[in-house]
């Protein structure tokens, strides 16, 4: 059984990700990131408040010492909500919309990683305090994909990525687009997770093909949705870099780049490339 978010509350955010995340909760895509504009966390689930949980999470220097767990009633399953400082309390009932609290930024995060709410959903009979076993989540949403040929100019710059300007929104704000798996004529969906930083990928709207390709190039193989990367490096103008976090927008876009030694600044101009691992070579 999969939980399907449906559009009006998937459009209370500017992002979503099933895929983009190094944790086993997000594993065939059992859960999904939601990223809200702002400092605060409007609930994507209404029900009962079941119980608040703080929680130590890994130390980085950039991020705070303490994550939460905020489980919710649905009715029909539990929903596990992370990286909320929570205003609400066990007994409380939330509807969409409703503040949960303070966004968190955690030690689970990447550097590059912004703000959000990671949602995942249990069976009212299973233990709601695990991760693992969750229920595959769906999107009642159309995801445009967005061809790029992977050529862009730097858009917007933090310390450890940059947004590129490539490819663009063609109406921001009222539909949610992707970069396009351009496998097959590049009408075989849209790429989603870190590639290749994190072990798999997904692709979501997927149209029968079993190949991930991005700006000409095969970068993995579809079992169903969920990806698993081939042997790679991504360079910016013939430099290796992280990766690229690959998303669905709505409002802003543009391919993010990551990494903590990128070394570009606002108005370059970049190409970027994929380059497969000799062993991947040998055996095409």
């Given amino acids: ?9 998937l459009f209370q955010y500017y992002r979503f990700s ?42 980085k220097a950039y991020a705070a010492e303490h994550d939460h767990l905020i489980l ?24 969409v919309g409703d503040d949960l ?3 968190v930024r955690a030690g689970f995060f990447a550097p590059w990683v912004p703000n959000h709410i990671h949602l995942g959903f249990r069976a009212p009979d299973t233990n709601p305090y695990r991760a693992s076993g969750s229920l595959p989540v769906d999107v009642a949403v159309d995801v445009t994909p967005l061809s ?10 933090g310390e450890t990525w940059v ?15 992707g970069i396009a798996n351009d496998a097959d004529g590049g009408d075989s969906g849209v790429l989603d997770g870190g590639l290749p930083h994190y072990s798999g990928g997904g692709l979501l709207d997927r149209d029968g093909t079993d190949a991930a390709a991005l ?20 360079l910016a103008n013939g430099e290796p870099i992280t990766g690229i976090a690959l998303f669905c927008g709505r409002e802003r876009f543009g391919a993010k780049l990551v990494g903590e030694d990128i070394d570009l600044s606002v108005g370059d101009e970049v190409r970027v490339t994929v380059e497969r691992a000799a062993a991947c070579d040998n055996s095409a």
């Fill in 148 to 157: 790029w040929d992977g050529t862009g100019t730097v858009a917007e710059a």
């Fill in 101 to 103: 609290g303070e966004l």
């Fill in 72 to 95: 919710v009633d649905t009715g029909d399953t539990v929903a596990r909500l992370l990286h909320v400082d929570p205003a609400v309390e066990p007994g409380e009932t939330v509807t």
């Fill in 1 to 9: 059984m999969a939980v399907t978010i449906p559009r009006d509350v």
């Fill in 215 to 234: 700006a000409g190039q095969r970068v993995g193989t579809a079992d169903g949705r969920t990806v698993a990367w081939d042997g790679l490096t991504v």
């Fill in 163 to 177: 947004r590129l300007d490539e490819p663009a929104h063609p109406t921001p704000g009222e539909s949610f687009v």
């Fill in 18 to 59: 099933l895929y983009n995340s190094p944790f086993d909760a997000h594993d065939e895509g059992c859960a999904i990131d939601l990223y809200p504009d702002g400092e605060r966390a409007p609930s994507p689930v209404a029900g009962e408040v079941l119980d608040t949980k703080t929680v130590r999470a890994p130390p």
